[in-house]
C-alpha cells in the first residue's frame, strides 16, 4: 500500500510542517532531555568501543586496583576515570555496559508490552462484548500482582526448576518478560479506550461497508488513528521498565553481578558507602536519575503536543 | 432549490404494482430493539423479594416493509430519531436486525456471515452523513479508494487500479492528482465527493445514501445532489435516500416513505406525495414546509411530543398526537394498505374514509 512515488509534500516535509516540529525547536527542556537521551544511548550502545576495558573480561579485571576514587579525588588512577567498584572493575566501563543492559531491558520489555497491550486492547475495543470483559478482567487480575510479586514468583520458580545459573545467563530475558507481562494492562487499557472513541466513527464503518475483515480494520484503519497515546505511554512505560528492572536488580532478583545493569550496580555499591566508597553507588545512581529524568521529561513535552485539548496551534 | 424538470423526467416512471420481481430490494417486517438493561448482572432486580430479571428495550425499529425497486430513488423521510438511519444500517448488513428480513434481488442477507455478504459488499454501498469522519485521516485519498479495489479485484494488477482510481475522481469531479493529499487538506464537499467516489469505486448497483448532504455547506448540497443525480443516470443506480428535508424529497426522490417512530406511515411517488397527503402525520410534516408565498401559513400544530421508544404507545403509535384518532387506533396496529392511486398508507381513518 506504500507509494513509491516521490509524494508531493514527501514524508520529511511533511514532518518539518507538523506542530510536533515546531513545538520541539521551540521547547528549550525538550531538546535538551532529547541530547541527553540520545547520547546516553549512543553512549551505552557502542560501549564496546568506547568502555576502556570490558568489565566481562576476567582477565582485565584487577582486584588490588578495587575501591579507587574517581579522578578529582586524590588517590585516583589515571587509568580509572570514575574510579573502580569493589572487585576492581573500571566504573566507567561498567556505567558504559550497565546503561546498555538497562536500556536494553527497558525497550525489550515495553515492546512486549505493546504488542500484548496493543492485541489486546485492540481486541477488547474494537470486538466488545464477551472479549471485551474477558481481556479486560485478565488485565484487573494481571494488575493486581504488583510487579515484585511476579518477578520473585517466576525467579524463585525458574531458579528451582532449571538452576540459577541457568537464571543468571537468561536474565535479561527473563526481566524483559516479567517486566513486559506485568505490565501490559496499561497498553490495553489506554489502546482500549481510544479504539472505544475510534470504532463509532463513519470511517470503520465505510470500511465495514467495504467488506473488509474485522483483523484488518483493526490494525489498518483504528489503530494508526490511536497512535498518539501508544506513543505518549511508550515513554512513561520505557521509564518505568527501566526504574523496574533496577529495583529488581537492587533486590538481587535481576541481573546478576557478573552482568550488572545499573540496578545491580547500585546495590554492588551500597555495601561500601559506609566505608567511603560512595562512588560505586553514586556515580550509577546519578546516571540512572538521569536517564529516566530525560525520557519522563520528554514524554511530558510529547503528551502536551499530542493532546488534543491541550494544541494551540 | 429548485428542482430541474429535466432531472425529475430522467427517473424512471414508477410502476404502480407492488409485485416483488422487478424490486431489488425487500424489506419485510424489519425490527430491532437495543437493549438498554446492560448485562446480566446489572439486569436483577429485587421485586417483591425475589430476584427477578428486568429488561427494558429502545424499540426503533417496529415493523418495516419497504421495497426499493431497481433504478429508483426511494426517499426515507422523517424527524430525528424516527428510525431512518437504523434501516439504513440494517440494510448494509451494519446492525443485525431482532426481527424481520432483508432480501436483495430475491436472496436473504441479514443473517449472513461477513465472508458470505462479501459479493453483495461489491453490489450494494453506503455513503455517510459526515464527511469529517468517513475518510481515515491517516489515509490518503490514493489509498482509501484503492483499498475496495483491492480487496474485490485481488487479480487486478497495479496499472489497472490506478486507472480506476483516476477514472472514479475524475467522475465525481475530483482531481487525480490529488490522490497523495491526505482528508483533511478538503473541503466538506470535496470530502463527500471522494467518499461517494469511494462508494462508486467498486461499480454498486444500489447505493444507501444516510443524510449525504446535511453536513455540508447549504452552496454545496446542491453540487453534490446533482453528482449523485448524474451518477444515477449514468450507472443506472437504485437509491435508499436518508434525509430529512422534504425540500431534497422533492428534487431528488422517485418515491417516498414516511417514517414516524420506527414505523413507515405511508410510502408514495414523490408527486402523490406532495399532492396529496393521506396521513395525517405526513399532512402536518408537509404543512411545515416554509413557503415564500406563504403570508398567513395554514401550519397543523402536533400537540404533545414524540413518545419514548422505550414505552411504545399502544395501537397506532400516532394516536395520541393525532387529531382524527378514535378508539380503534387506541387499540389497533393500522397496517400499510394500497389506495387506488397505488399510494400506501397506513391510517385506520384513512382506511374508514373520515379522512
Known amino acids: 500500500m506504500t507509494t513509491t512515488t516521490p509524494s508531493v509534500p514527501g514524508r520529511w516535509q511533511r514532518f518539518r510542517d507538523s506542530y510536533l516540529w515546531y513545538s520541539f525547536k521551540r521547547d528549550y527542556t525538550a531538546q535538551l532531555c532529547f541530547a541527553i537521551f540520545v547520547c546516553l544511548v549512543f553512549a551505552a550502545f557502542s560501549a564496546p568501543l568506547l568502555a576502556p576495558t570490558n568489565p566481562y573480561d576476567l582477565a582485565q579485571i584487577d582486584i588490588l586496583a578495587s575501591e579507587l576514587p574517581p579522578f578529582w579525588i586524590d588517590g585516583a588512577d589515571a587509568n580509572y576515570t570514575l574510579g573502580t567498584d569493589a572487585q576492581g572493575r573500571d566504573l566507567l566501563s561498567v556505567i558504559l555496559y550497565g546503561t546498555r543492559v538497562s536500556l536494553l531491558i527497558g525497550f525489550g520489555a515495553v515492546a512486549l508490552q505493546a504488542l500484548l497491550g496493543v492485541t489486546f486492547g485492540l481486541m477488547a475495543g474494537y470486538l466488545g462484548g464477551r472479549v471485551d470483559a474477558f481481556l479486560m478482567r485478565l488485565a484487573d487480575i494481571q494488575l493486581s500482582f504488583s510487579t515484585l510479586m511476579v518477578a520473585i514468583v517466576v525467579g524463585a520458580v525458574v531458579k528451582a526448576s532449571f538452576g540459577s545459573s541457568f537464571y543468571s545467563s537468561y536474565a535479561v530475558l527473563m526481566l524483559v518478560l516479567i517486566i513486559g507481562l506485568a505490565e501490559w494492562p496499561q497498553y490495553a487499557r489506554t489502546v482500549r479506550a481510544s479504539v472505544l472513541a475510534e470504532k463509532n466513527k463513519e470511517y470503520v464503518d465505510a470500511a465495514r461497508v467495504m467488506g473488509l475483515r474485522s483483523k484488518r480494520i483493526m490494525f489498518r484503519h483504528v489503530l494508526p488513528n490511536t497512535l498518539s497515546p501508544i506513543f505518549v505511554i511508550s515513554t512513561v512505560q520505557i521509564a518505568n521498565a527501566i526504574i523496574s528492572e533496577a529495583a529488581l536488580s537492587f533486590l538481587g532478583l535481576g541481573m546478576p553481578e557478573t552482568h550488572p545493569s545499573l540496578g545491580s550496580l547500585i546495590k554492588s555499591g551500597f555495601d561500601y558507602i559506609q566505608s567511603g566508597s560512595w562512588w560505586i553507588t553514586l556515580i550509577p545512581g546519578a546516571v540512572l536519575v538521569v536517564l529516566v529524568l530525560s525520557i519522563n521529561l520528554l514524554g511530558d513535552w510529547l503528551r502536551d503536543v499530542m493532546n488534543p485539548r491541550l494544541y494551540k496551534g | ?355
Open chain 2, 1 to 355: 432549490m429548485t428542482a430541474p424538470a429535466e432531472a425529475m423526467a430522467a427517473h424512471p416512471t414508477p410502476t404502480q404494482n407492488e409485485k416483488s420481481d422487478d424490486s431489488l430490494l425487500q424489506i419485510r417486517g424489519l425490527k430491532k430493539r437495543f437493549s438498554l438493561s446492560g448485562d446480566f448482572l446489572e439486569q436483577l432486580r429485587f421485586k417483591g423479594g425475589k430476584l427477578v430479571r428486568h429488561q427494558e428495550y429502545v424499540h426503533a425499529i417496529n415493523g418495516v416493509d419497504l421495497d426499493i425497486k431497481r433504478g429508483e430513488a426511494l426517499c426515507v423521510v422523517g424527524e430525528s430519531g424516527c428510525g431512518k438511519s437504523t434501516v439504513a444500517r440494517m440494510v448494509m448488513g451494519l446492525i443485525t436486525p431482532s426481527e424481520g428480513e432483508v432480501r436483495y434481488a430475491g436472496e436473504r442477507i441479514d443473517n449472513l456471515s461477513s465472508r458470505q455478504l462479501l459479493p453483495y459488499r461489491k453490489r450494494m454501498q453506503m455513503i455517510f452523513q459526515n464527511p469529517y469522519a468517513s475518510l481515515n485521516p491517516r489515509m490518503t485519498i490514493q489509498q482509501t479508494l484503492e483499498e475496495p479495489l483491492r480487496l474485490h479485484h485481488p487479480d487486478w494488477h497495479r496499472e489497472k487500479i490506478d486507472a480506476k482510481v483516476e477514472d472514479v475522481m475524475q467522475s465525481v469531479g475530483i482531481d487525480p492528482d490529488w490522490g497523495k493529499r491526505f482528508g483533511h487538506e478538503f473541503s466538506g464537499g470535496q470530502r463527500q465527493r471522494i467518499a461517494i467516489a469511494r462508494a462508486l469505486a467498486v461499480d454498486p448497483e444500489f447505493i444507501v445514501a444516510d443524510e449525504p448532504i446535511s453536513a455540508l455547506d447549504v452552496s454545496i448540497q446542491a453540487q453534490v445532489l446533482n453528482l449523485l443525480m448524474e451518477a444515477q443516470q449514468e450507472r443506472n443506480l437504485t437509491y435508499l435516500f436518508i434525509t430529512h428535508d422534504l425540500a431534497v424529497v422533492e428534487h431528488f426522490g422517485t418515491r417516498v416513505a414516511v417514517m414516524y417512530l420506527g414505523t413507515v406511515c405511508e410510502i408514495a411517488t414523490t408527486s402523490t406525495l406532495f399532492a396529496k397527503p393521506r396521513h395525517p402525520y405526513t399532512q402536518a410534516l408537509l404543512s411545515a414546509i416554509p413557503r415564500l408565498e406563504d403570508d398567513r401559513p395554514q401550519h397543523i400544530r402536533l400537540s404533545g411530543e414524540v413518545p419514548t421508544p422505550v414505552n411504545l404507545p399502544s395501537g397506532c403509535v400516532f394516536h395520541g398526537r393525532c387529531p382524527h384518532a378514535n378508539a380503534r387506533c387506541k387499540q389497533e396496529i393500522p397496517v400499510l394498505q394500497t389506495q387506488d392511486d397505488g399510494t400506501r398508507v397506513a391510517c385506520h381513518a384513512v382506511e374508514e374514509g373520515r379522512l
